[in-house]
């Protein structure tokens, strides 16, 4: 992938890291079962990786996590580890902590490590979108069902209107000393990055994403994940040894 012509600030990722995986049900953590021979902890960041702009990928693990040490990918030059939080909020915010401590011009871009099917195609067209504004960007999907919003009892209250509505992604891209002082509140609701900055009273840009970029939190996303890793196969997204 060639550098990124837009973005003029360093670019750093980080990946929160440190869930357990409870929806998964599976026993240790879902980023470290095996998706075609690689943990999905492996293909997340090998993507990223893949991607030249990015300086350094910072994964927030949990404290005493056995298994991330014995990826290879955890020795990686590029890649450094931090200690991650009680919630995803929190194990972003040490993440970006650690960029800040490098650079406190940084640009960062936030990924699921849970989301291992990311293209870099998409990567380019979020940084390129995100550059635009210090507001950021996000990867996102216009949603294709008709949206119900339920009263207390689970019976319909409305129907919205579609057009307006998208299902966030990520990465999520936002200059990094915004995201952290965004995150600096009241963590309880946030359940992105956006949300963080949207509280702040900023506007990130919505990035059409693809569909294979899924994150995967139920057992049957597995099977899901595999297909779509096969069909990536296929067009000639293969994986890439380490650089
Ligand atoms: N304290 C936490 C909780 C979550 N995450 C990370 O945030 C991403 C998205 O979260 P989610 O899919 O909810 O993962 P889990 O928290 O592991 O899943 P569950 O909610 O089912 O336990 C994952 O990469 C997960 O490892 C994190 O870094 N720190
Ligand atoms: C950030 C995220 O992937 C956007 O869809 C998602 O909100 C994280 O999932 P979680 O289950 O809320 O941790």
Do not use: C
């Amino acid at each position: 992938m060639t550098p990124s012509k837009t973005l003029n600030r360093p670019l750093y990722a980080v990946v929160p890291a440190a869930g357990v995986g409870a929806r998964m049900g599976a026993g240790l953590p879902k980023q470290y079962l095996s998706l075609d021979g690689r943990t999905v902890a492996e293909h997340t960041v090998t993507r990223l990786l893949a991607f030249a702009p990015i300086r350094r990928v910072v994964v927030a693990v949990a404290e005493g996590d056995p298994w991330w040490p014995q990826l290879s990918v955890a020795r990686h030059r590029r890649v450094r580890s931090v200690a991650g939080g009680a919630s995803r909020a929190d194990s972003v915010r040490a993440g970006v902590r650690a960029v800040l401590d490098e650079d406190a011009d940084a640009w960062v871009l936030v990924h699921d490590m849970a989301r291992p099917l990311v293209r870099l195609s998409d990567v380019q067209s979020l940084v390129t979108r995100g550059a635009e504004s210090d507001d950021g960007a996000i990867l996102a999907r216009p949603v294709t069902d008709t949206i119900k919003r339920a009263d207390a009892g689970n019976r319909i209250d409305a129907t919205l209107d579609r057009r307006h509505i998208w299902r966030a992604l990520t990465p999520q891209l936002f200059p990094a000393r915004a995201l952290y002082e965004a995150l600096a509140g009241d963590l309880s609701a946030i359940t992105d990055e956006a949300s963080a900055l949207e509280a702040a009273g900023r506007h990130p840009a919505l990035v059409e994403g693809r569909a294979d970029n899924i994150k995967i939190t139920l057992p049957e996303d597995l099977a899901l994940a595999r297909f779509y890793l096969a069909a990536q196969e296929e067009e000639g997204l293969a994986w890439r040894p380490l650089a």
